[in-house]
């Protein structure tokens, strides 16, 4: 008979192990990641590494990303419950989930349809749909008609910052990008602020290639 894991307790040593030894102070992302079910947003394949501190194929040429880099974005870009988010690159959905957890509202923009289509359900089967809406598209152009945004995440690395990202941000804003070439990057933060653009590098990281119109071709 096959054991099934603990996952509330996968949960709990992921926090401890992976976010809080690593410098995620965050009290409502390191909550977000300890109440959300990850292991219901990896293909059932790969279930049992749900809480490992490494990307997971999805399909599609697509990962959802290490349970650190989840959180060390949402944190970067100091979420607060009146914000409105943009997030490109929904991927299943998960990262999502979290900063839904935090944030007044999060529109999430999947460029995969069969993707976006696995993140709707994802949220609605783990209850956090109420706030997130999944909105199939070019994510590198934004989303204009529910701009302008508090913050934007992009969970794919991209040539360049994208202008119509920026146009999209309030002022002030903060986006959270990956920018660099196709296998390497470096996590940037920017604050949009009344006399331009301040921003900064996180951390190196890899990302899958952020596509389309102001992404990679």
């Given at each position: 008979m096959e054991l099934i894991p603990d996952w509330a307790a996968e949960r709990r040593n992921m926090v401890e192990s992976?976010?809080?030894?690593?410098?995620?102070?965050?009290?409502?992302?390191?909550?977000?990641?300890?109440a959300i079910p990850r292991e219901y947003f990896?293909?059932?394949q790969f279930r049992h590494s749900a809480y490992t501190d490494q990307?997971?194929?999805?399909?599609?040429?697509q990962t959802i990303s290490q349970?650190?880099?989840?959180?060390?974005?949402?944190?970067?870009?100091?979420?607060?419950?009146?914000?409105?988010?943009?997030?490109?690159?929904?991927?299943?959905?998960?990262a999502a989930a979290v900063m839904g957890s935090i944030a007044k509202r999060v529109v999430s923009i999947e460029i995969v349809p069969e993707l976006a289509a696995i993140a709707r359900d994802n949220l609605h089967y783990v209850g956090r749909d109420g706030n997130i809406t999944i909105i199939g598209g070019d994510g590198s152009m934004g989303?204009?008609?529910?701009?302008?945004?508090?913050?934007?995440?992009?969970?794919a690395g991209a040539p360049h910052v994208p202008e119509s990202l920026v146009d999209q941000l309030k002022t002030p804003g903060r986006l959270v990008i990956p920018v660099g070439d196709r296998g390497d990057q470096e996590l940037r933060v920017l604050h949009k602020t009344r006399d331009g653009l301040l921003w900064n590098v996180v951390t190196q990281c890899r990302f899958v290639p952020l596509r389309g119109g102001e992404g990679w071709n």
């Open positions: 992976q976010l809080r030894s690593r410098q995620i102070r965050d009290e409502r992302v390191l909550r977000a990641m300890q990896v293909p059932p990307p997971i194929d999805i399909g599609y040429g349970p650190y880099m989840t959180a060390l974005m949402a944190q970067t870009l100091e979420l607060d419950s009146s914000d409105s988010v943009l997030e490109v690159g929904a991927g299943c959905g998960y989303y204009e008609s529910r701009a302008p945004y508090d913050a934007i995440s992009v969970a």
